[in-house]
């Protein structure tokens, strides 16, 4: 059995039943057009289908049609280095907000970080917080129309606010919605007040980009956002880049080895993938000749059908070969050792000069100094 929440995901995801589950809608084809229409451009996570559920996008693209506009709104939870798993939401909001030149938050959740684990230390989550802060300025966000803030930094200015959530959830509903029980802290209670307030930050729609996994608290949001003046919040799911070592699951920060981090260099790259990346691949060269391997199981195949080979014509070869047995193994996962460490070298070129971009986007730009003078209440 697999289990999707915030904090795990573990087991054989089936993304169909995720939706019926979790009550969202899947990405139909003629959304997916007008998304693309409007926009002007389309995006490899969208066509190859990974951006594949939604809630209320059709309501956020008649916003944009109607002028009225709306908002995005991303996060993540400093636990330490970030992978690649975690660029993936950014790199997608971030064409979002090139093409339709709107307001983007990002959450930092700090706090949560350290109420979630019995053995997390504050220390070492700043430390993290700060770290990931350059990364995710290195995605290239518009400094003027982007906030990053962190939690327990930022607590002042939404603190009304967020007691005006926190009094509408009850502990039936984060049990409910998050498995939470008896032995839950406190901190860990509240703290889905705060992950839900930035889709208050303006009173027009808020888009969220992100896996699946975070949609509980859109949930929540949904229910209470109407009788507190806001909108519903709209969202956008992502499935789960998988593990190094197989579909199950996600690449996650807990499995070291089967994930691919932001710093590593490229031996390490080349090395995990050849070790690590589970493979389509006959048992021998010779059967694999005779007999093909199988892309659809191939995580090095997978990772490259993702995101990694945005070439539909060359996606295409490369999975016909590799079932023809005419492309082996190694040299399909070569191919996406070389994509990765090309991906890996832009992100670290960029990161070296993104100290500007991220004292703009916490303190300085536009949108970060009104940020700072607004204590969001009524
Ligand atoms: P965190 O730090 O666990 O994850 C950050 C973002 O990365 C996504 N993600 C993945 N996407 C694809 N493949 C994977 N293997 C993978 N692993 C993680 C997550 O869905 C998330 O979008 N509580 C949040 C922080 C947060 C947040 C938000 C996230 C606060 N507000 C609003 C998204 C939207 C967290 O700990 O994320």
């Known amino acids: 059995m697999a289990e999707v929440t915030p904090w795990e995901v573990s087991g054989e995801v089936d993304y169909d039943k995720l939706v019926a589950e979790f009550g969202t809608r899947k990405m139909d084809g003629e959304l997916g057009r007008r998304l693309v229409s409007l926009a002007g451009e ?61 307001n983007l938050y990002i959450e930092i959740t700090d706090d949560e970080k350290f109420v979630c684990k019995k053995e997390a230390d504050w220390d070492h989550i700043q430390k993290a917080a700060a770290d990931n802060m350059l990364d995710i300025a290195a995605v290239g966000f518009d400094p003027e129309r982007t906030f990053i803030f962190k939690d327990s930094e930022y607590i002042k200015n939404v603190y009304p606010l967020m007691l005006k959530v926190a009094k509408k959830i009850n502990l039936t509903t984060t049990r409910a919605v998050f498995g939470f029980n008896d032995q839950t802290n406190i901190g860990l209670n509240f703290y889905p007040a705060y992950q839900i307030i930035p889709t208050l930050f303006e009173k027009k729609r808020c888009l969220i980009p992100a896996a699946i996994d975070q949609d509980p608290y859109w949930r929540i949001q949904r229910d209470i956002a ?67 391997g199988n892309p659809d199981v191939d995580v090095a195949y997978q990772w490259l059908s993702i995101l990694f080979e945005e070439d539909d014509a060359k996606l295409k070869k490369l999975h016909d070969d590799y079932k023809a047995g005419a492309l082996l193994t190694g040299e399909l996962k070569q191919v996406l050792v070389d994509r990765l460490n090309e991906f890996l070298a832009a992100h670290a070129k960029r990161r070296e000069h993104a100290a500007h971009a991220l004292r703009q986007m916490t303190h300085e730009g536009k949108l970060a100094r009104k940020m700072w003078e607004t204590n969001h209440v009524e």
């Open 226 to 292: 109407e009788s507190l003046g806001f909108e519903k919040t709209a969202a956008i799911h992502s499935k789960f880049l998988p593990p190094l070592s197989g579909m199950a699951g996600k690449m996650s920060s807990s499995q070291a080895d089967t994930a691919i981090w932001l710093t590593d260099g490229p031996k390490v790259v080349r090395n995990k993938v050849m070790k690590y990346a589970f493979s389509g691949g006959r048992a021998t060269v010779e059967e694999h000749r005779k007999l093909g």
């Open 42 to 102: 389309d995006h490899v996570m969208l066509h190859r289908k990974f951006f594949f559920s939604h809630r209320d996008l059709d309501l956020v693209l008649k916003d944009y049609e109607s002028k009225k506009g709306f908002f995005l709104y991303t996060g993540r939870g400093p636990s330490g280095p970030m992978h690649i798993g975690h660029l993936i939401p950014l790199i997608f909001t971030k064409w979002l907000q090139e093409r339709f030149k709107v």
